[in-house]
């Protein structure tokens, strides 16, 4: 029986006002901020070889995320073309055979799903804005070679405080894979890569109004 009481009224309100707290909307676009947003890096667990970082932006088509718990969404593909440390010899790093000096594969991750977001473990430093995880799924493109993948990500809102003066949402996320799945031949067939991914997302309308960009 439907309930027209104060105290029900109040419930209602609150779980409104809480869904659309962690239900808002966030854009990833190659178009605003001008600078970098984006990180993938390759790793070895075991520590024996170097780590590879490559850098970018979002692809030209404008990706979403949506913060929603019944009706969660992601779409968006970065596009690291940069490769820092990129000069003299490679031999050293997990995918070091990929590359030479001063030249190297561009690394593409699309994002085309995700899962349920669950509260992180450890929670957040800023009670008002909790951190989350939840489950990426994709496909990474390397050297000629794409396969799926599924990323344990945290979402972490920020405030527009501190050296990020927009307010944004930010994303990093990781996998692993086996040394065979990226064609290489230094390493055992079966020796994990670990991949670790960044990026940072923001509201429409700060995309759009074009933020307040350093």
Known sequence: ????????????????????????????????????????????????????????????????????????????????????????????????????????????????????????????????KPATTAELSGTLELAGRKFPVKALTSFRQHDGKGDEKNAALMIDGKFTIKASTLGLKTLAPTADIEVRFGLTAYPPEVAASGGKQK
């Open 1 to 128: 029986m439907k309930s027209n009481s104060p105290f029900a009224l109040l419930i209602a309100l609150s779980l409104s006002t809480h869904a659309q707290e962690v239900g808002t909307s966030f854009t990833v676009t190659s178009a605003f901020p001008k600078y970098v947003t984006a990180d993938i890096e390759f790793r070895d667990p075991t520590g024996a070889k170097w780590p590879n970082f490559f850098y970018g932006k979002p692809s030209g088509d404008v990706g979403a995320i949506e913060l929603n718990p019944t009706k969660p969404s992601a779409s968006f593909t970065l596009v690291c073309d940069k490769m820092a440390q990129d000069r003299g010899d490679q031999s050293r790093r997990v995918i070091g055979e990929l590359c030479g000096p001063e030249k190297f594969p561009v690394v593409t991750l699309a994002v085309t799903g995700v899962g349920s977001f669950q509260p992180a473990v450890g929670g957040s430093k800023d009670k008002n």
